[in-house]
């Protein structure tokens, strides 16, 4: 008798983990589904520009048939861009513009990071709430008195007012970061280092930023990103076409009064996305982990 | 500047006399200090020159008149607060930053758990197609967006008109266009919302569902009794970085639409543009920027008063 209990009571756990089992497998291809409706929905618009860039302005101009394909697919808009004069002076000022403003930050903010995190002097914790509220001070909320400031330094109309001014935008949020993977270091290491000789210069180059490194590579692109996406600063201050940007230069060069050269903008689109896209494919790891870390910590 | 060589020594050599020992540790204090002061001024110019002396040089600049020659007190305010237009900037800015903050923390939220749902080796690659809209420059996709939208051979009104609908007038109606530039923001700003929840769901230790499941606690009791009082802290500082963010929007609108139809979907930081650089009225367009201080310093000091009386019953 008490075998027939038995097997009824292990029968019944073998129905209900089966019924338990079907379920998470119901919730996992729903999730499935749904993350893969999402995705179509997001992809939606990149998907878009891939396929205008491979249009020529004839099939563009007839309007007939399917927007969504292309019928007749040509690189000629990719031809174009590569052989403009002014889209190669566009790709590089936005090259030297990020390239420096990268530089510039990151030196600043980890300088600054460092000494936050780690050696501290009266007002240091101020600092850091400081720093931490520059975000309550948007860049539109600036650039009508920073219109006057660059006015009066004499960089209006040419693209190093950008490397002075991306810095600001990129410094507050590459310290915050640098700051948490830095005093997640253990103590013991630097005075272990201090106790060696080591200066407080070598302590950062040879401990801190080899260990920090994850948190460095975050700061760096989350550098690149603002700097090579920001469109507020540039449209604002720079007008001519040897001086101008990607963004600016995409919105403002290909569209004359009323024509719109859609093919080329897409293409011109889809050639000044390619570098965040590689960088991203590569690093998003980091910087997932670069952005969330400090939250999470919180 | 800094190459601190002689600080261990100085500690080393400070053992013989107690006296002495004191007055070479408050050098090297004193020493540490300095140094750290210097590495510190870079981000302190940089901050004082281009965010806060621009800030304050702002608030000069909104009470002078249009050229800039006599003081004016309060007059562009209350000229601005007058003006129609003006009116329908203050509510277009807090509708597209309301909507599109809530839109994009619920889908976030719900894209959040999908993802959590499923294998974390199958994760990398799902995030990385839903991140897509987050890392293409907002001016560039904006320019894709304005192109599906296009009222003479649009993306969408060919879908529509295929399923026998009317062509919709994307950009051209107020109402209309107001939610375009909504939807815009939503479908950039999503991606960031997802990976910070998802971050914070992981963040929940497994044992709490457990306790719960044992107490007998269902899907919905689990999420709000352990899942959102868990990630209060995280919804609150994604919410008002967004918030800023959002709030102080430029690209969109600006592409768009720049401000029209009739200046409905005017934000704070496109009208500013307009009038402040293109009709070169500086003073009033430093105004009318001015308007979002308040409102971004009021939402701050909400959510962080609770970020903080949180961490403190945390760590109580």
């Given at each position: 008798m008490s075998a027939t209990t038995m097997n009824g009571a292990a029968g019944r756990r073998a129905v209900r983990h089966k019924s338990l089992h079907r379920q998470r497998t119901w919730a996992l291809w729903g999730s499935y589904i749904a993350l893969a409706i999402f995705v179509v929905i997001f992809l939606v618009p990149p998907f878009y520009t891939v396929m205008t860039s491979l249009k020529s302005s004839a099939e563009i101009s007839a309007?007939?048939?399917?927007?969504?394909?292309?019928h007749h697919p040509t690189l000629e808009n990719f031809w174009y861009l590569i052989t403009y004069p002014n889209f190669q002076t566009y790709y590089l000022n936005s090259v030297i513009v990020t390239v420096l403003t990268v530089a510039v930050s990151m030196v600043i903010s980890v300088l600054a990071a460092f000494s936050l995190a780690r050696?501290?002097?009266?007002?240091s914790q101020t600092l850091s709430t400081g720093v931490f509220l520059t975000?309550?001070?948007?860049p539109s909320l600036l650039f009508i008195p920073l219109f006057q400031i660059i006015g009066m330094i004499g960089l209006?109309?040419?693209?190093?007012c950008l490397v002075l001014l991306y810095p600001t935008l990129a410094v507050p949020f590459c310290t915050w970061i640098m700051i948490g993977y830095f005093s997640s270091i253990p103590k013991e290491l630097d005075e272990a280092a201090l106790i060696d000789g080591a200066g407080y210069m070598q302590m950062l180059f040879r401990i801190f930023i080899p260990v920090a490194m994850p948190g460095l590579i975050a700061a760096t692109i989350f550098a690149f990103t603002v700097s090579w996406g920001s469109f507020l600063y540039p449209l604002a201050y720079l007008y001519t076409s040897n001086q101008m940007v990607l963004t600016v230069g995409i919105v403002s060069d290909l569209i004359r009064g009323d024509v719109f050269q859609w093919g080329k903008i897409m293409a011109a689109n889809l050639l000044a996305s390619l570098p965040p896209i590689i960088i991203y494919a590569f690093l998003m790891d980091y910087y997932v982990a670069g952005l969330t870390a400090g939250a999470t910590k919180g | 500047m800094a190459d601190g060589t002689s600080v261990p020594v100085g500690v080393i050599a400070s053992t013989p006399a107690a006296t002495r020992k004191r007055s070479t540790m408050k050098r090297f204090a004193q020493r540490r200090s300095t140094i750290a002061f210097m590495l510190c001024l870079p981000l302190m110019l940089l901050v004082i020159a281009f965010v806060i002396y621009p800030a304050f040089y702002a608030i000069y600049l909104s009470m002078l008149n249009k050229k800039m020659t006599a003081f004016v007190g309060l007059g562009n305010f209350a000229f601005l607060l007058k003006r129609h237009t003006f009116q329908l900037v203050i509510f277009q800015s807090c509708l597209f930053a309301v909507t599109a903050v809530v839109m994009k923390a619920l889908i976030g939220f719900v894209l959040a758990h999908l993802m959590h749902n499923i294998p974390g080796k199958n994760q990398r690659i799902w995030r990385g197609l839903l991140l897509v809209p987050w890392v293409i420059p907002l001016a560039l996709s904006t320019l894709t967006w304005w192109w599906m939208f296009?009222?003479?051979?649009?993306a969408f009104n060919w879908v529509l008109n295929r399923f026998g609908f009317a062509s919709v007038p994307w950009l051209g109606v107020g109402w209309i266009a107001r939610f375009c530039t909504i939807t815009v923001n939503v479908w950039y700003g999503t991606p960031f919302f997802m990976i910070m929840y998802l971050a914070a769901l992981k963040s929940v230790p497994e044992q709490l569902y457990e306790a719960s499941a044992i107490d007998g606690a269902n899907a919905v009791q689990k999420l709000f009794f352990v899942t959102l009082p868990m990630m209060r802290n995280i919804i609150a500082i994604t919410v008002l970085f967004s918030l800023i963010v959002t709030f102080a929007d430029f690209d969109i609108v600006r592409i768009l639409t720049s401000g029209g139809p009739q200046d409905m979907t005017h934000v704070f930081a496109t009208y500013a543009f307009q009038v402040g650089?293109?009709?070169?009225?500086i003073p009033l367009g430093a105004a009318d920027s001015l308007f979002m201080f308040p409102i971004l310093a009021f939402a701050a000091f909400f959510v962080l008063r609770g970020v903080t009386r949180r961490t403190k019953e945390i760590a109580a």
């Open positions: 309007q007939s048939g399917s927007p969504w394909i292309v050696m501290g002097f009266k007002g975000y309550l001070i948007p209006i109309n040419s693209f190093w | 296009d009222p003479s051979y649009s650089i293109q009709s070169g009225d």
